[in-house]
């Protein structure tokens, strides 16, 4: 059960408000980098022998979170250039 606790990523990507206006909804890409995110943090946190919850709180849990957001956010970006060169419009 410990594995399966789910809450925000140590780095927060997310659209926030205030509460007076609602959040703009998040972009494709950066739906699915949060999943990947919390994805590699469980994968992660069972390699090193730690509950989700204390590898969310370690600051192995904030890096697994950039390494992976960094990641996704290059190949999106290697993409849009592959695009940009093939003469396609992004």
Do not use: W, Y
């Not at 659209?15 to 949060?34: I, K, M, Q, W, Y």
């Not at 994805?39 to 069972?46: L, V």
């Amino acid at each position: 059960m410990a594995n399966q606790v789910r809450g925000p990523l140590p780095i927060k990507v997310d659209a926030t408000s205030n509460g007076e206006f609602r959040p703009v909804p998040l972009t494709d890409p950066v739906a699915r980098a949060n999943s990947e995110a919390e994805f590699r943090i469980g994968e992660n946190a069972k390699c090193v022998g730690l509950g989700r919850r204390a590898f969310l709180q370690s600051l192995c849990g904030a890096a697994t979170t950039l390494l992976t957001l960094n990641e996704a956010f290059a190949a999106l970006q290697h993409r849009r250039s592959l695009s940009l060169a093939q003469g396609e419009r992004v």
